[in-house]
């Protein structure tokens, strides 16, 4: 009983260091200037889309591209440049793709107005439905033959 226990332990202890493991980030094999530029880098790497996985954050990505591109940022956080200078550049470099959060403009209308609309037209299409299920209740009104037929038919039970 007592060697089952220990394994139970050490089997608890192991995962539970595993997953401390787990939660590193690759900016430990950057060294920032100071702490807000980590921070800062960090931040704004989670903003960026990883070209290769497309679905991950550089931060999360694990591909050669994404490890080039977080040294890229935090070497121009480091170096000082503003957000938009390093957005430019990665835009410059890969489009806005790589933006988590793509921009108001021509190209990207759809993908900010789309939602709305479809809501739009999907409340459009309930209402128009709700109505029609409300008149046609209303056009179906009972006779007065039937409405004596039911009264019947609850006095017997």
């Given at each position: 009983m007592k060697s089952r226990l220990m394994t139970l332990l050490m089997s608890v202890a192991l995962v539970f260091g595993v997953s401390l493991l787990a939660n590193a980030t690759p900016v430990d094999t950057y060294q920032f200037k100071n702490e807000a530029n980590q921070k800062h880098a960090m931040e704004l790497a989670r903003s960026l889309r990883c070209p290769q996985c497309q679905n991950q954050d550089i931060v999360d990505s694990n591909s050669p591209v994404a490890k080039d591109l977080r040294m890229e940022v935090y070497q121009m956080v480091d170096a000082g440049k503003s957000d938009k200078e390093i957005i430019a550049f990665m835009t410059s470099r890969y489009g806005d793709f790589v933006l988590y959060k793509p921009r108001l403009d021509s190209k990207t209308y759809i993908l900010w107005l789309g939602p709305?609309?479809?809501?739009?037209?999907?409340?459009?299409?309930?209402?128009?439905?709700?109505?029609?299920?409300?008149?046609?209740?209303?056009?179906?009104?009972?006779?007065?033959?039937?409405?004596?037929?039911?009264?019947?038919?609850?006095?017997?039970?």
């Open positions: 709305v609309l479809l809501l739009l037209f999907g409340g459009l299409i309930a209402f128009i439905f709700i109505r029609r299920q409300r008149t046609s209740v209303a056009a179906e009104e009972i006779s007065a033959e039937d409405q004596q037929k039911l009264a019947e038919l609850l006095k017997r039970q």
